[in-house]
């Protein structure tokens, strides 16, 4: 037996409420969801995960700086705990960015699934690339923890999330122009190759997709970016090695069109057989 797990960058679930998420959900049924850049306070957060996943658990943060961030986090498995945020960090602007559920799977699998949203970051601003390093190094922190509980049998993790950084040039249509920006800089890559090197988490969707240019997840919404296909692939699942190892397949919902859209990211859904 399978389960889902889907991640989305929904970019302010309020407006895509109103593009038609909805529909979306009425037809995907994944048995954890995990979104980023709600942007919304608590009773509209509430409403709307209830419309979306109306027989599901629901999680989630509320950025504290208004209009910012935040993330949730609905699932139709048993949830034995439940945390938020990442230790030592109290800014305000750190908020709303790091949740965490322990779910166990119908065979009674443990599984810690985080749903995560990275700084942004400019590469012109050095506050908010502090910002953003900052959260990363917490969040290394904590990625060792969870490495060390799933090598020594405890429960295996997935991060899912939008992470902001395009690890290598095929996660990015136009790697060479993009170098000296946020998202792309060696500095912030090199993160990633410390998560999928030293910690041990593995890249699941480029593990089952192979060393392709793509597929993306995240279209600027400026030019004509969507309708050829020049993106960035910034969401990701990261999961601990046995986890990742069950791995069936993976989906990423681009719209059809650009008017469909309900968000500039498009959902991952990955299956595993756990």
């Known amino acids: 037996m399978t389960i889902t797990i889907t991640t ?13 998420i909805a529909h979306w959900a009425d037809t995907h049924t994944p048995n954890v969801w995990c979104m980023q850049e709600v942007r919304a306070p608590q009773p509209d957060v509430d409403r709307i995960l209830n419309r979306l996943a109306p027989s599901s658990e629901h999680m989630n943060e509320v950025c504290r700086i208004k209009g910012r961030a935040g993330v949730a986090l609905t699932t139709d498995l048993p949830v ?6 990442l230790p030592g960090l109290d800014d305000d602007v750190d908020t709303g960015r790091w949740i965490e559920a ?13 749903c995560v949203y990275v700084h942004a970051g400019n590469a012109d601003d ?4 502090t910002q953003k390093y900052r959260f990363l190094d917490a969040m290394v922190t904590r990625m060792r923890e969870l490495r060390d509980e799933a090598a020594h049998g405890g429960k295996q993790s997935v991060l899912c999330g939008d992470f902001n950084i395009a690890h290598t040039p095929l996660d990015i249509k136009n790697a060479k122009a993009n170098e000296k920006h946020a998202g792309f800089l060696p500095q912030e890559r090199a993160y990633v190759d410390q998560w999928l090197g030293e910690l041990e988490f593995v890249d699941v ?14 279209w600027s919404q400026r030019g004509r970016a969507f309708d050829n296909n020049v993106g960035w692939r910034i969401d990701y699942q990261f999961a601990t090695p046995e986890l ?27 299956d595993y057989d756990v």
């Open 8 to 20: 989305s960058n929904v970019n302010g679930i309020r407006a895509a409420e109103r593009k038609g």
């Open 205 to 218: 969707m480029r593990d089952l997709a192979g060393d392709i240019q793509g597929p993306y997840t995240w």
């Open 102 to 114: 322990d779910v166990t799977t119908p065979q009674g699998y443990g599984i810690t699934v985080v």
């Open 126 to 129: 050095p506050v908010k690339m």
């Open 244 to 270: 990742a190892e069950t791995a069936r397949g993976f989906v990423i919902d681009k719209a059809p069109t650009y008017d469909a859209r309900w968000s500039d990211h498009a959902p991952l859904s990955i």
């Open 80 to 85: 034995t705990a439940r945390r938020y945020g």
